[in-house]
């Protein structure tokens, strides 16, 4: 096996120099994936999260994200991604056998909107802690608006392997304990993500047009787009959509000074602004009339209010507040949420393109990674912004360590630096998919036609469809697609019992709550529940 690309990276050179590489195989993969339910004339579903889907608060892996309609499936994690994918396949099947007459969205952005209004909370029943999960969305929808929380895509878990750690640790000669080796290594891992994340939304975006319902409730963002027909806006070089200022980049957010140089920093800097003010929203009030219309009036309600492309994750204990969690045991996986839903898809992801983001994100943490300094975080955010309005545009640029460069050449380095990765994570395979879902990727580059924003422009001009019926006949397929399919039997019980387990869950936490809502969240945010 040809190994390239070492020189810059010393702990990819001990793990070849030891023959250790073979530990970078059998990291936990996990996704998460939202999806709108719709009706067959393409409109938000105004019905409640079906029954027999089991409860979303307490179901493991059919729950909603903000809104009623907005589903959100959540696998286990697995050592091979192909476990992953039949899994989510599997949700996808037993979800469609459920649905009757609704559909799943197969587009990142929502088109079937009719304002605000249109898009119902989700409701998570009358216990404390399903009245926080709805009053944080009340909050939400008070601060941003309900439009942009109906925005779908996926998240994607990875967590280095285990045996991994104390090889690389030896090899650093740190003097930190392992754990906390391994939460400065998930912060070098994110830093570097953060500095060539934007790849991501160039090789995989696939929101680069938008219905104008979609400004319904913000007209006065519209005059910043192209108009492809009467319905739909668009940038004829937009890759992401989803990812940009209109999207999940909030502006109310964008001075946030968030510490990624170490663990206690972003503890400390997002515990900051989950405990401070802000004039806005105490405009808008915390209990009005009786009434919760957020959970307070501080910068962020709760530790997810904060918009990134990555996060640190620690698995919290129940009502652990997650900022908690990861200072008390450290990085436990990281979660990346730059993916658009792949439209083309019937679950929205595919093996190819998984397997390149596991590559990426070990490569990120093979190589070496600075503390951020200066207006580095914001050179990154605009590198972003830049992608995911104008991506394909003909001779691009990028801000990369103060200099200006071709995103197709900063593109190809990145690719470049990933083939050894990829050659290891191979091991033995005849097919070598790693490689060869690199190679693909290497194509969309020198090719931005191959790219997923610009077939779904092609496709919606050659079909002759705006942005909202061309997502439609898409999710019309996919939900053939699975209708002409069948889960076994077995797996069909253990679905339903599942199910059923969710809804006896929850009538079991509504049934032991003793506390009032107010000192469940007094409790909540003073570390003592």
Known sequence: MTILNTEHSAKLSYLLKHK??????????????????????????????PIALGAPLTHPHITTDYSEALLEFITPPFAEITDTLDFMHNVHQYVYDHLDDEMLLSASMPCGINGDESIPIAEYGCSNIGKMKNVYRQGLWHRYGRTM????????????????????HEQSNSKKSLTDFISASYFDLIRNFQRQGWIILYL??????????????????????????????????????????????????????????????????????????????????????????????????????????????????????????????????IEIRSLDLDIFNPIGIDESKSRFIEAFLLNC????????????????????????????????????????????????????????????????????????????????????????????????????QPFGCFGLKTSERHKQYFKQGALDSRTTQQFDEMATASHSKQRQIEADDTLSFDDFLERYFSHTC
């Not at 895509?153 to 280095?160: D, R």
């Open 20 to 49: 250790k590489q073979h530990l970078l195989n059998g990291g936990l993969k996990g996704i998460e994936k939202e999806s709108l339910r719709i009706s067959k004339e393409g409109m938000i579903s105004q019905l409640v999260h």
């Open 149 to 168: 929380q109906a925005i779908a895509g996926i998240h994607f878990n990875y967590s280095v392997p285990e045996p991994l750690w104390p090889v690389l």
């Open 204 to 333: 995989f975006g696939a929101s680069p047009a938008i219905c104008k319902s979609f400004f319904k409730s913000r007209p006065h963002l519209m005059a910043e787009f192209d108009e492809f027909d009467q319905y739909t806006l668009y940038h004829p070089y937009a890759t992401s959509l989803r990812m940009s200022d209109i999207g999940y980049k909030s502006k109310n957010q964008a001075n946030l000074e968030i510490d990624y140089n170490s663990l206690s920093g972003y503890v400390e800097s997002l515990s900051h602004a989950i405990e401070t003010p802000y004039p806005d929203y105490e405009k808008i009030g915390v209990k009005v009339d009786g009434q919760y219309k957020q959970l307070n009036a501080n910068i962020l309600q709760i530790e997810n209010e904060f918009y990134s492309t990555v996060r640190p994750k620690q698995i919290a204990k129940s009502c652990e507040k997650p900022t908690l969690a990861l200072k008390r045991r450290g990085v436990k996986y």
């Open 365 to 464: 943490l093979l190589h070496p990674s600075s503390e951020y300094i200066g207006q580095e975080q914001k050179i990154n955010n605009s590198n972003q912004l830049a992608v995911a309005h104008f991506g394909r545009k003909p001779d691009l640029k990028l801000n990369k360590d103060g200099q200006h460069i071709r995103l197709k050449s900063w593109a190809n380095d990145i690719l470049h630096s990933m083939q050894a990765v990829c050659a290891i994570l191979d091991k033995n395979s005849s097919d070598k998919p790693y490689s060869k879902a690199l190679e693909q990727q290497v194509k969309v580059v020198e090719n931005p036609e191959l790219t997923p924003s610009a077939k779904v422009l092609q496709g919606m001009r050659s079909t002759q």
